[in-house]
């Protein structure tokens, strides 16, 4: 009797596996399918479900996956707060890219570039470093802080030899030959001729504008006030005045703008050739790569 209720035994767990499999691998397929919809919050519900029902928590791979689904989501603030949330993964070099990459997206370039600044590029995996060097120079850039990027890049050719590398030390130099306008020269050239302080910072349908305005204005006061309408010729020589300071001040403001412009257009091509932006799909462990795409463990 006892053989028998042994095997019955057996038989019902057999049972209840097989059909447990089929039910984990729907889970597995389901979550996968929201994931490449870019349902990323309904992803991190359906990954936790996933995961109790093998058995196992949400740590190491998994862990990772389910903050860059906030990452992807452009929940950056959830990021940071979440990974930081046990400390500082300073042995985590892929979550310390996400962490900078979080910062540099809400706008926090100095607090991006501490993520990443203390990484000894010795002892990581030789996979993981250039794509640091990569995130380093992003935050930099992003700071406006060339100088220090054309260091970093120089310190890294030290002890890599790498084309990429080469290339981008190489373009990051170049931004010693950006021009730079002069907001105190500009003002003074629209202090003389309106608008010419504007035509100096590239933007010459701005100048146009400032020259039409003070010019229009006096002209209008001279005419009005030959035709003896002295109170409206005085009201608009008034108003040439008036235009004439405001252009003066933009212009000055339009150094600045110009100054501005440049730099993101110097940071756009350095990005578009040698900084992709940072997709943690690139550091999924294998247990997540099988849970989106079905490959063995």
């Known amino acids: 009797m006892r053989p028998f209720f042994s095997l019955f035994l057996c038989v019902i767990l057999v049972f209840e596996l097989s059909a447990a499999e089929p039910e984990l691998e729907r889970q597995r397929s389901f979550t996968a399918g929201l994931f490449q ?15 109790y029902m093998r058995g196992i928590s949400a740590q190491g791979g998994f862990a990772y996956f389910i903050n860059s689904c906030y990452y992807l989501g452009g929940q950056y603030a959830a990021v940071t707060s979440r990974i930081k949330a046990d400390g500082l993964p300073v042995n985590d070099t892929a979550s310390l890219m996400m962490l900078s990459s979080a910062a540099l997206n809400r706008g926090s370039y100095i607090e991006a570039s ?41 310190d890294y050719l030290s002890g890599h030899a790498d084309e990429g590398a080469s290339e981008l030390y190489r373009d990051l130099s170049s931004y010693k030959e950006l021009p730079v306008y002069s907001p105190v020269a500009a003002a003074a050239l629209s202090s003389i001729i309106p608008g010419s302080g504007q035509a100096y910072s590239g933007r010459y349908a701005d100048a146009l504008i400032s020259m039409a305005g003070v010019v229009a204005a006096a002209a209008g006061g001279v005419y009005f006030s030959r035709k003896g309408e ?31 412009d440049v730099r993101r257009e110097f940071c756009r091509r350095i990005r578009e050739s040698h900084i992709p932006p940072f997709k943690p799909e690139d550091y999924y462990s294998k247990e997540v790569q099988y849970m989106l795409e079905g490959r063995p463990k």
């Open 37 to 51: 919809a870019g349902r990323y919050f309904d992803c991190i519900s359906e990954t936790r479900r996933y995961l």
């Open 230 to 260: 002295r109170g409206i010729g005085i009201t608009l020589f008034v108003f040439a005045g008036l235009f004439h300071a405001g252009n003066i001040y933009g212009a000055y403001n339009s150094a600045f703008r110009a100054n501005s």
């Open 114 to 154: 501490s993520y990443l600044g203390d990484v000894n590029m010795s002892v990581i995996d030789g996979s993981l470093r250039y794509p640091v060097f990569q995130r380093r120079i992003d935050s930099l850039l992003a700071g406006g802080f060339f100088e220090q990027a054309e260091l970093e890049a120089s």
